[in-house]
């Protein structure tokens, strides 16, 4: 029982560092453009079958597919991006419903051309096992853990760094005072929607490489990845990541100590008892007092 | 420029719903139409519900899949284990749909689009749980010995004729509640709050408890609504029950018909529901969805007003001039 | 009728309030002055009730430290928005009406229509409250709806800002007409020295979070603390 235990927190470790990637890629749009991209799954989505395409269409591994995943997505996010833009009244709720309807655009785009069945790598060497003491994992989930840990690293250094992503923080904080600084906030606003769409790309590919996905995967990480920043609370990059393994790791141990049927549930209960007692995320009790 | 707020399309109402009823008559009253009719009509129950909450609460609901559930699962065990009559049990439905919205009241916390969130992995949680409490609901095999509509005043609401004058007339009762309350002070400072909540507060509105009774209100219609299916089709089952088409057709009724009129998504339901049957399921037999996904798109980025929204605000500034 | 009692604010690290206590008395008008930054429209937001501070509020005895915004308006405390807060797609009207219902629990049209012409919006009843409306009617409109919550203390935050002397000085008339037709108590943030002295019965300086001077505005401003302060600001 320990053991299985011990696994459970092991596996749901290294998916959440998956979750992670797509919260953050979530958040970031929203912080730069104030809007919830509700078709924000359905980009990682792509991305999967991308990986998908690659490994059984064209018979390499599936990390070859990232180039791929990241033009489509990019393509994709970059036509969002100019509709979103388009919208000219009530533009919160407006966005919310067109982002909504992209999202069901490309989910049963994805069922149309691929079905709905189960999809994951078929690679043995991202299927080997990799023992480290009592638990093991997937080479690819490693992989996949690895390469979530670096880009978060990446982010971190491009938001604090780089000449767009302390525009992009300005946006965010106060999208006036930007403008006056010289910021072109449409332009900002267009790369932080890219950054987040390359993230998505990653996770897709990553998804692709340690688990499973199907058509109606998008829908739920975009639930999800709302549900990481909500446990989260006012967004830091560290905040988030614990958010995103603490979701992990619940669903792992739900499915391993109750059943399967109960993985979405654990989720939703963790994100209805936060809403509930702490509503300002686990890592936002400063915020809260302020 | 006049007020948008336009008058109460009392006329426009009535002639509507004087079409509707006479329409089953107009075209010799099939079985197949009157059925796919009656669906219809029982989406038009949720567009209405849904545009009510979108367009005074300001809030964009994409989980009413979850009250529409409860509703239906709740009358249909009432009747079919406890014996109540339906009557009673329909609406009872819409009372606990209601209730089961209390439960998201933290979530109004939550600013504009989180809210929308909320509500979304909220949905989840109640089909779910439908699923898992298999003792009670049937699980997931289903739900299918309790009674239909019974027969009142002579009028048998189990007949197809019957639920369809029974469906027009909530449907058109649902409407003039939603006139009225949009026309009254409740309902200008509604729409006060979706832009200027502050501005809104300070002059003495409750915005929370306002958006409360819109949600709890909202709720209540879609469990009615829900329970009424229930009962007409005779067979629950929670995948069906709480299936994500509840959530995604009334946001395109609504929003095709215009969400900010009050026959907007009555109108928007019928012509979305039978293009969606009779047309894009012929088309497209898995993914049909996506045709309305495309057209969802369509109308935020051409029409965000939606059709009637179109027409009224050419009427309003013919008059405003 | 107002009593702050230790009043403290902080934001994060800046302390934009710190222990401000005075009362306003049944009837006053007050002057609340200082320099940008000094904390009034802070002290506004907290008696308001758009922020909570630490420390008490009374008003009219009732302690309402804890009370929601829009609790506070219903108990009687009015304000205006430095920058104009309009309920946009409301007609002006239709804002009067939100504020009287909710504000004053009652409906009194006629009493709306008397706002109305007092505040000479009379004209622009049935527009709609946003870019329709020059910035100076949005003012107006901002008292307007504060009175339509029927008030008995009215927090107006620099409604004379940006108007020409004469303007000005006709427009503190109206504030005069206000105070005695609707019996109000008022405590008004204001910049020039000329209208606080026209206008005010008593001036209170804040000057970074803190109350520096508290009297008749005549000798409030010939404190060298409030002059060394005050000065600067006036002629920025």
Redesign the interface.
Known sequence: MRDLILQALFSGLLIGGVYALVALGLALS?GAM???N?AHGELVLIAAYAAYVVEARGGVSPYWAIPLALAIVSVVGAVLFL?ID??R??R???S???T??????LT??V??AF??DVRTTTAPALQDAVTLGPVYAMAGEIVAFGLSLVLMVALWWWLKRSWYGRAVRAVSSNRAAATLMGINPLRTELVAFLVAGALASFAGVALYTMSVVQPALG?AL??KA??VT?LAGVGSIPGVFLAALLLGVTEALTVTLASS??Q??A???L??LV??LL?SGLFGARARR? | MASPRAPLPGLALAAAFLVLAALPLLLGASNYLLGLLISALILAGVALAWALLGNLGGMVSFGHAAFFGVGGYASALLAGKLGLPVLLTVPLGGLLAALASLAMLPALRLSGPYFALAILAYAQIFRILATEASSLTGGAAGLQRYPGLPTVFGLDLASRPGAYALLVALVALGCLAYAAIRRSALGLALRAIAESEDATRVVGVNSVLLKAWMLALSAFITGLFGALNAHIIGFLEPDYAFAGSWSVLPIIASVFGGYRTVLGPVGGAVVIYLFDQVVAKGLIAVGHQILLGLLLVAMVLAAPNGLLGLLERKGGARAGA | MLALEAVTVRFGGLVALREVSFTVAQGEVLGLVGPNGAGKTTLFNAISGLIRPRGRILFEDRDITRAPLHRRARLGIGRSFQIPQPMKHLTVRENLEVAQVFGAGRRDPARLTEILEVMDLGGQADREADGALALQELKRLEIAKALATEPRLLLLDEVLAGLESGAKRAFAAKLRELHARFALTIVIVEHDIETILGLCSRAVVLDFGQVIADGAPAAVFRDPKVVASYTGAVDA
């Open positions: 929203f104030r809007i919830i509700l509709m388009r919208i009244e009530h919160e709720l407006n919310l419903i067109l909504y309807g992209v999202g069901i655009v049963n785009a069922l149309l079905a709905s829908h975009t639930v709302f549900i909500v049927a109960l979405e549930l989720g939703m209960v994100f209805l809403l509930f509503p302020g």
